[in-house]
């Protein structure tokens, strides 16, 4: 069966430092992955979404970045964390052509 | 472009009482539509779906009727319980790889034994 993993699941780090979000995805080849961030009182806004190794789009402009380094490995960073980058970080996948999203548990991350 | 509306929340219920949280959406063609629940500190779990006018999503009590006439997907249990306390979300989707997730804001369900 499929299951996704992210990692860490809670990170407390200083404004200015770097981060990295991981998610992996096992029991599938070649999946959709998505990074999405749920903001206290915003809802869920979609932050990443890639269909393919190398093949990743951003959907809003911000202090974010995504890669795809392996076919079911989907890593979110940031150079310099801001006060804003703080929220709930979910990772998702779904077998291209399917209509439902699996989720992640989720990292929350608290930029101070 | 595609968008979903929740009703505004939070919404507080005694055990045991009818539950209904609207949803409306905008969105061109006919989209399959979800309710997705999030439970305190965990990542968000498909509750049900409809992916054509008229089909009705049911999970653990919870029902929800794709009405295209109306473009809704109301959310309804007859009776509540403590442990359906969450946030629940209504998101679209329509088909294709390159297909987004639309989700609502989210509203916050506490129930009151």
């Known amino acids: 069966s499929q299951t996704i993993h992210q990692w860490p699941a809670t990170l407390v780090q200083p404004v200015g430092s770097p981060l990295s979000l991981e998610c992996t995805v096992e029991?599938?080849?070649?999946?959709?992955l998505y990074w999405y961030r749920q903001a206290a009182g915003r809802g869920l806004q979609l932050l990443f979404y890639?269909?393919?190794?190398?093949?990743i789009s951003s959907e809003v402009p911000q202090n974010l970045s995504a890669s795809r380094p392996q076919d079911r490995q989907f890593i979110l960073s940031s150079k310099k964390l801001l006060l804003s980058d703080s929220g709930f970080y979910l990772c998702?996948?779904?077998?291209?052509?399917?209509?439902?999203?699996?989720f992640g548990a989720g990292s929350r991350l608290t930029v101070l | 472009g595609d968008s979903v509306t929740q009703m505004e929340g939070p919404v507080t219920l005694s055990e045991e009482a009818f539950l209904t949280i609207n949803c409306t959406y905008t969105?061109?063609?006919?989209?399959?539509l979800f309710w997705y629940v999030q439970y305190p500190g965990e990542g968000l779990q498909l509750l049900l779906k409809?992916?054509?006018?008229?089909d009705k999503g049911s999970n653990k009590g919870f029902e929800a009727t794709y009405r295209k006439e109306t473009t809704s997907f109301h959310l309804e249990k007859g009776s509540v319980q403590v442990s359906d306390s969450a946030v629940y979300f209504c998101?679209?989707?329509?088909?294709?790889?390159?297909?987004?997730?639309?989700f609502g804001k989210g509203i916050t369900l506490s129930v009151r034994p």
């Open positions: 998702a996948w779904t077998d291209s052509g399917a209509n439902v999203l699996t």
């Open positions: 029991g599938t080849s070649n999946p959709n």
């Open positions: 890639s269909i393919g190794i190398d093949q």
């Open positions: 969105a061109t063609g006919y989209p399959s």
């Open positions: 409809a992916t054509k006018a008229d």
């Open positions: 998101a679209l989707r329509h088909t294709g790889a390159n297909s987004k997730l639309t």
